[in-house]
């Protein structure tokens, strides 16, 4: 069956520490997203990227890096310029005309 | 750049009907609605194109006024199973990249 893989489900991080979130789908679509979430928030788009190595930024994408080397995977890191990281994280995958498809979430916590 | 939805919530009793608005300040090239369950990710809905159709997802149907730049997701009948947060999300072209820009949820609760 095709879709999104997210992983780690849940994830932990100490303060300083840079910590990647994997993103892999087999949907063969060319657009891969990055959200993040708030308690009660709505959706704010971090990077997002249509082609292989192509990606831009959204609209909190300070504190955050990613890279798309392969169509199949598009993973995130969190580095430690980013004060507030506590959230859940969902990945999502397009192509034209159609709906996102969305992973499961990574739920990132600092502790 | 947000879209903004209305109401917040909504309170139903099984069987009831309930609208849920989206409205943007920005010319819009598509709509986009999910539902979300608590802890789980958002389960796509439907997409609305330019041109003001209507679609129609079982009793879950929506409309797209592009001159006015909104949507209204309309639920009929609604069931326990409707429970839940729905987003829009407005595209527009930007570059070539139809990213999406959600609102901030509508949190629905359907009781018996």
């Known amino acids: 069956d095709g879709g999104i893989t997210q992983s780690p489900k849940y994830l932990f991080r100490k303060e300083g520490q840079n910590v990647t979130l994997s993103c892999e789908q087999n949907?063969?679509?060319?657009?891969m997203y990055w959200y993040r979430q708030d308690p009660g928030q709505g959706l704010r788009l971090i990077y997002y990227?249509?082609?292989?190595?192509?990606?831009q930024k959204g609209d909190i994408a300070e504190g955050y890096s990613v890279s798309r080397e392969k169509k199949e995977s598009f993973p995130l890191t969190v580095t430690s310029a980013q004060k507030n990281p506590t959230a859940f994280y969902l990945c999502?995958?397009?192509?034209?005309?159609?709906?996102?498809?969305f992973g499961s979430g990574t739920r990132l916590t600092v502790v | 750049q947000q879209p903004v939805q209305s109401p917040q919530a909504v309170i139903l009793r099984e069987g009831e009907d309930a609208v849920i608005n989206c409205s943007s300040s920005k010319a819009l090239y598509s709509v986009h609605w999910y539902r979300q369950k608590h802890g789980e990710a958002p389960v796509f809905l439907m997409i609305?194109?330019?041109?003001?159709e209507q679609k129609g997802h079982d009793k879950i149907s929506a409309s797209f006024n592009e001159k006015k730049q909104q949507s209204s997701l309309y639920l009929t009948a609604s069931q326990l199973s409707y429970s839940g947060t729905y987003f829009c999300?407005?595209?527009?072209?930007?570059?070539?990249?139809?990213?999406?820009?959600f609102g901030a949820g509508t949190r629905l609760a359907v009781h018996p």
């Open positions: 990227s249509q082609i292989v190595n192509d990606f």
């Open positions: 999300g407005t595209a527009m072209f930007s570059g070539g990249y139809n990213k999406l820009i």
């Open positions: 949907l063969n679509h060319d657009a």
């Open positions: 609305l194109l330019k041109g003001g």
């Open positions: 999502a995958s397009s192509s034209a005309g159609i709906g996102y498809t």
